[in-house]
């Protein structure tokens, strides 16, 4: 380990010496190396090189062992590892046995025209084609070229390229023109581990696809093109444990389940939609070791959790919005939020209380959450979120940690009522033993909350504060609001952090 820090020293003297060289020797390459001569020369850097003396240079780096000029290698981008092919015949065929090939778009593309970026991406797709056929052992592929769309069986001649290699993690983020069908040899990655797509149109999983070794898995930006590719993509997936379903549409999908038994974490997002015919979209995810869920969503597809006793942690940002009515948006909030009745640690967003907030007449019936230990929420307007809040608190009879990470809006004013109930928590009288509080200005709702914890909280050791910008330079507000302690029923300690 000691001697990677030296090593990577040198790596700035390796980069100079491939850009420097002689652009003659470019041309005279053959075979793989040849192969790159057009990543060489098409670089934007290329016309502003000139010659330099180097020959005098100790070349201290080509004298190391094999293994390390690998590890050097695979420290900087694919391009530059392979343009040090030039370097000396020592080095012409090093990159051949890199087991990472990363590409990804530089920003000239940004700027370049539709028809330039297209024919800049197939140049590339051509050369990291080739690149696989003469590599030795490719463990990690990734290739990230979204922006323009461009054919399937482009996508598809990759991907067959790639077959010989024991690939562990493949990602492609690429934009295809119309729907994709997933390619059958993509069950001879029998050492796939990780995959991530995210391409921008249909994707049809035929069924057969099977997947033996795959633990982790993100989708991003697809349309899922029917029930049946659902099923067939998790069905073929049988020890998968990690699953993450970014923006995906749902938009061909009335009812579907996803049954993974090994499933350890799941991550929903899905961004604003105006799709009413989705409000009929059902999906049905059962998990029975899921331990991590992360739901982030306007609930337009109504998302069922089935059998999720073994979820420990997890975070619901779930939100109305058009066509989403509030006599929808509250009941599947309830029901979400019911489905994790076993939780231990629980993050609570403003859309969330507010969507709860309108199944008040309800939410008496959540369930007792009993493992419940820490719960974080972001109260935001809290006229619409307290009472919420409120019968939720009720609902957690061992609620150790309570933190509210946004504070108050500033422009709220409570009258003192707010905070009265008519029943103090059970937590607050025997198991609250921290709250903490950020964006804490000291205003007349933040007082009258530290002093509603003060005076019901019994088991309460400590009040962590983290100041807003203005309560930091006001040390006499802070000791003003240091002498609230006294008011007390036990020995609890204001911190300002």
């Avoid at 995959?195 to 070794?213: K, Q, R, T, Y």
């Avoid at 009288?429 to 950020?438: A, M, P, Q, T």
Wanted: hydrophobic share 40%; with cysteine; glycine share 4%.
């Amino acid at each position: 380990m000691f001697l990677f820090p030296p090593l990577y020293s040198f790596l700035p003297l390796l980069l100079f010496q491939c850009l420097i060289v002689d652009t003659h020797y470019t041309h005279s390459l053959s075979g793989t190396a040849g192969v790159m001569a057009g990543l060489i020369s098409s670089s934007p850097d290329t016309h502003k090189l000139q010659r330099s003396n180097v020959g005098e240079m100790k070349d201290m780096i080509s004298n190391l062992p094999d293994s390390l000029l690998h590890y050097i290698l695979s420290l900087v981008p694919t391009k530059d590892a392979i343009r040090t092919s030039i370097l000396a015949k020592r080095w012409k065929y090093l990159w051949t046995c890199l087991s990472v090939f990363d590409f990804e778009k530089d920003r000239s593309f940004i700027c370049m025209k539709e028809d330039q970026r297209q024919k800049s991406l197939y140049c590339l797709l051509d050369q990291v084609h080739r690149l696989l056929y003469h590599s030795n052992c490719v463990k990690k592929l990734r290739v990230n070229y979204f922006g323009v769309a461009i054919d399937a069986d482009r996508v598809n001649s990759l991907i067959s390229a790639a077959v010989k290699h024991k690939i562990e993690e493949l990602k492609l983020y690429i934009l295809l023109k119309a729907q994709f069908v997933l390619p059958h040899c993509l069950s001879a990655f029998e050492s796939l581990n990780k995959l991530v797509l995210e391409l921008g149109c249909a994707l049809n999983v035929p069924s057969g696809i099977h997947f033996p070794g795959l633990k982790r898995l993100k989708l991003s930006c697809v349309n899922f093109a029917n029930e049946k590719s659902v099923q067939h993509l998790f069905s073929g997936c049988p020890v998968l444990q990690k699953l993450t379903l970014f923006n995906c549409n749902w938009w061909n999908i009335k009812q579907v389940g996803i049954t993974i038994p090994t499933l350890k974490t799941l991550t929903i997002f899905c961004d604003r939609s105006d799709r009413e015919d989705l409000l009929n979209s059902k999906v049905k995810i059962e998990a029975v070791n899921l331990l991590y869920l992360s739901c982030s969503t306007y609930l337009i597809v109504d998302f069922v959790l089935v059998n999720l006793a073994s979820v420990v942690d997890a975070y619901i940002d779930v939100g109305c919005c058009y066509p989403l009515c509030p006599q929808i948006s509250g009941p599947r909030a309830f029901k979400l939020l019911s489905g994790l009745g076993s939780i231990k640690s629980l993050r609570l967003s403003t859309d969330t209380l507010e969507s709860l907030s309108y199944a008040k007449n309800t939410l008496h019936l959540l369930p007792l959450f009993d493992n419940l230990t820490h719960l974080v929420v972001d109260l935001g307007n809290f006229e619409s979120t307290n009472e919420a809040l409120m019968e939720i608190l009720q609902k957690t009879p061992k609620l150790e940690v309570l933190h509210i990470p946004m504070g108050f809006d500033p422009q709220i004013c409570l009258d003192g009522e707010d905070w009265r109930l008519n029943s103090v928590p059970c937590c607050f009288k025997y198991s609250l033993k921290l709250f903490s509080i950020s964006n804490f200005d000291g205003s007349e709702a933040d007082i009258q909350l530290l002093r509603f914890l003060l005076e019901n909280a019994r088991v309460l050791g400590e009040i962590r504060i983290f100041c807003s910008k203005t309560l930091s330079a006001d040390l006499k507000k802070q000791a003003e609001i240091s002498r609230l302690q006294l008011v007390g029923l036990g020995s609890c300690v204001i911190k300002f952090q």
